[in-house]
């Protein structure tokens, strides 16, 4: 799964991702479910970014959140479960624009958070969907069997989020639902990196740079 995350919107990714709207600068070192976040998809005249919130609302829901979470889809059954399907069946898919997220390990004195990133890239982007449902648009990222590096750090469910190359964008925003589907892989765990960070992380109101910092080794 996917629960908290990094990421910042601004001139730079405009330009490398060739959005032709944006909302304008946004930067979150925690980002935490159901709050606004910017996705990038598809309009008529070219790619956009959104503010939308995360955690979807079916669009037969009338804008109102259910009682369970919706931030990650699982691809096993995106196109089957009642709260997905309708938007995975009309394409309306799109990116989350991450410098990289957070999971969880479970060991034998608790729960120690990493911060997990894409090696080579400053930022990169997480595949999902998004919805409009009475006023209210949302989005989710979808999640599969995890690779070697993060089954062992989610070593609870051993999942991790959809991870879509730049190169795969237009496939991914644009391609047929066939072609979409042959890009939900697991990216491979050598072109990514990881760190443990401190529990400072845990508490979604601690927003700054600390959150992702490498923890200090025992005795350093």
């Known amino acids: 799964m996917c629960g ?20 304008g600068f946004f ?12 996705i990038v998809r598809q309009a008529e005249d070219g790619r956009e970014a959104v503010m ?7 669009q037969w829901a009338e ?9 990650n889809a699982r691809a096993e059954t995106v196109a089957s479960a009642a709260s997905y399907r309708g938007a995975w ?17 479970s060991t034998e004195t608790g729960k120690q958070p990493w911060f997990i990133r894409v090696a080579d890239a400053s930022r990169f982007a997480l595949g999902g969907l998004w919805e409009r ?32 190359d730049a190169k795969d964008f237009d496939v991914w925003l644009n391609g047929e639902t066939i072609e979409a589907e042959s890009l939900i892989k697991a990216y491979p765990a050598s072109r990514m990196e990881a760190w443990p960070v401190a529990t400072y992380v845990n ?18």
């Open 4 to 23: 908290r995350y990094v990421t910042r919107l601004d001139d730079a990714l405009e330009r490398e991702w060739q959005l032709i709207r944006s909302p």
């Open 89 to 105: 069946k009309a394409g309306r898919r799109c990116l989350f624009p991450v410098t990289g997220f957070y999971e969880w390990q």
């Open 133 to 164: 449902s009475g006023e209210v648009e949302s989005g989710t990222i979808i999640t599969l069997d995890a690779n070697e590096l993060l089954a062992k750090i989610h070593n609870t469910r051993q999942r991790m989020p959809l991870i879509v």
């Open 203 to 220: 508490k979604p109101t601690h927003n700054d740079a600390r959150c992702m910092e490498r923890k200090p080794q025992m005795g350093s």
């Open 52 to 58: 939308v919130r995360w955690g979807l609302i079916p």
């Open 63 to 71: 804008g109102k959140a259910g009682k369970y979470s919706t931030i």
């Open 27 to 38: 930067e979150s070192f925690n980002v935490a479910p159901s709050t606004q976040v910017p």
